[in-house]
């Protein structure tokens, strides 16, 4: 069966408040089709943090972040552990821990994935491409779902068993269920950089 493919340009995502308020959000896609901030198995979105403040709690939720714009941010946890986060560097984290942000130089923007434990299992990784690198690709095997965010840059993807498809910055293409796909990734702008999230259902 042929994997069904969607390309969501980032000037389609609508601007909504964070679940606690504190900011702006803009859900780029989730799973079940519909599905709401407590109900949802997956979800990606882009942030944006305009001030120093706590993060939304999603209890039953692993979390991973990765700065995209701005001069970053520094997280901290009740117990007095912290970390900076570097562009373009996916970190982990757990939904329910209360979780503070301090903004380094003004605003930022971030990516977010969001996996429901024990309904979804899944990994979020960089690939960089320079202008006019090709790369050979299985894009989704075992995998239920392959999210491709392009961070940075500009990049084509050329499935084997799809149409090509161009990802300027913030532009996702979300690959569904499905046989094998192979393809390309080709960059084409200096420093193009692309996050991957590999999900596989658990029910």
């Not at 493919?5 to 803009?26: A, E």
């Not at 599905?35 to 979800?43: P, Y």
């Not at 990765?66 to 912290?82: I, N, Y």
């Not at 984290?93 to 971030?110: I, K, M, N, S, V």
């Amino acid at each position: 069966m042929h994997r069904p493919v969607r390309l969501i340009p980032h000037p389609s995502l609508s601007p909504m408040p964070w679940k606690n308020g504190g900011g702006v959000t803009r859900e780029i896609a989730s799973y079940p089709a519909g599905s709401g901030l407590n109900d949802f198995i997956w979800r990606i979105s882009l942030a944006d943090v305009e001030q120093d403040g706590a993060f939304s709690v999603f209890a039953g939720v692993q979390r991973s972040i990765v700065l995209l714009d701005g001069e970053g941010m520094r997280l901290r946890w009740d117990d007095g552990a912290r970390h900076d986060l570097q562009r373009y560097q996916p970190f982990g984290f757990a939904g329910e821990d209360a979780l503070y942000c301090a903004l380094f130089d003004g605003p930022t923007r971030d990516f977010n994935l969001m996996l429901r434990r024990g309904r979804v299992q899944g990994r979020l990784v960089r690939q960089d491409l320079a202008q006019g690198e090709s790369r050979r690709e299985t894009l989704a095997a075992n995998d239920d779902f392959l999210l491709a965010f392009c961070a940075a840059g500009s990049i084509e993807l050329r499935g084997d068993t799809c149409d090509t498809y161009t990802l300027n910055t913030f532009d996702t293409l979300e690959i569904g269920p499905g046989d094998t796909l192979c393809g390309e990734l080709v960059g084409l702008a200096p420093d193009s950089v692309l996050l991957l999230a590999r999900l596989q259902l658990l029910d």
